[in-house]
C-alpha cells in the first residue's frame, strides 16, 4: 500500500518542422509522471467536449 498521489501532467507543443511543413497532422506528446498508484488512464481532450477523429470512447475520462 501507499499514499495517493495526483500526476503531473506535461503536455509539449509539435517541433517547428512540424509546424512549418505542409502535413495535415501535427505531432503532441503528454508526459504524465509523479502518480501512485502506477496504473493510470489519459485522455486527450478538446474544448472540454472530447477530441474529434480517433479516440477511445470506451473509458471516460477520469478526475484524481
Known amino acids: ?23 495535415p497532422t501535427l505531432s503532441l506528446t503528454c508526459l504524465v509522471r509523479g502518480f501512485f498508484p ?9 474544448n472540454p467536449g472530447g477530441a474529434q477523429g480517433s479516440q477511445n470512447p470506451r473509458n471516460p475520462p477520469q478526475n484524481s
Open 1 to 23: 500500500t501507499g499514499i495517493r498521489h495526483a500526476p503531473s501532467v506535461y503536455l509539449f507543443p509539435p517541433p517547428p518542422e512540424e509546424i512549418s511543413s505542409s502535413l
Open 38 to 46: 502506477d496504473s493510470i488512464d489519459v485522455q486527450w481532450q478538446k
